[in-house]
């Protein structure tokens, strides 16, 4: 047999690799390898805004009516319990699963976590410490436990993202501190409504630029 004869013949059936398609599969490869690294995924953040809606939604309904205030009903501390939960499962399983082998930017460094830890530790102490020493419940109850912890999480990781030069996040930080700063001017009972609309409306953005990035990304010559 001859076999120039043979090549002739693989090259017509598709032996040969055309450059092009080269190109094509590993632009492919690389936007499905970006999509499964990026920490906040969109279908995530489309989770924890409709979770935040109804958790915060379900506080306010529980406050309205409150005068004075007092405090949210037992009625719905299972559901603030379960939207812990929930998110820190999330959260935990996709972290994971995007920084699986994975070093550098993708992954919060020991001492930023440290920080948001930190905070969120801080402010809830103060907050017993506030209860103790007899403060009003309207800001013990109401407007502290949701407007402290947005602002103060916002800002720090604002900061944190703004350290790494990433735009988008720290924009998204900054945003949620805004939200913890309206809410503090609409009282104790209606901070809780303004927190789950503005988180809420953060969140779903945060996911469209995502997506957005994602769709242009795939398109570009």
Not at 103 to 122: N, Q, T, Y
């Amino acid at each position: 047999m001859n076999p120039m004869s043979d090549a002739t013949t693989d090259d017509s059936d598709g032996g040969d690799f055309d450059p092009r398609q080269a190109a094509a599969l590993l632009d492919s490869t690389t936007q499905q390898t970006r999509r499964r690294l990026q920490p906040a995924q969109p279908w995530l953040l489309v989770i924890r805004a409709i979770l935040v809606l109804v958790v915060f939604g379900a506080v306010w309904l529980s406050v309205r009516g409150q005068h004075p205030y007092q405090h949210p009903t037992a009625g719905v501390i299972p559901v603030v319990i379960a939207f812990g939960v929930l998110n820190l499962v999330a959260t935990l399983a996709v972290a994971r699963r995007a920084t699986t082998g994975v070093s550098g930017k993708s992954r919060l460094r020991p001492a930023e976590s440290a920080v948001v830890a930190g905070i969120w530790v801080g402010v809830f102490a103060i907050m017993g410490v506030m209860a103790a020493a007899g403060v009003s419940q309207a800001i013990v109850y109401g407007l502290y436990p949701v407007t402290a912890p947005l602002i103060a999480a916002g800002l720090a990781w604002a900061g944190i993202m703004a350290a790494r030069a990433n735009r988008r996040a720290c924009g998204t930080g900054l945003a949620v501190a805004v939200v913890g700063a309206v809410g503090a001017f609409a009282g104790p009972a209606g901070v809780w409504a303004v927190a789950g609309v503005g988180l809420c409306a953060v969140l779903l953005a945060s996911a469209a630029v995502i997506v957005r990035g994602q769709r242009r990304s795939v398109v570009r010559p």
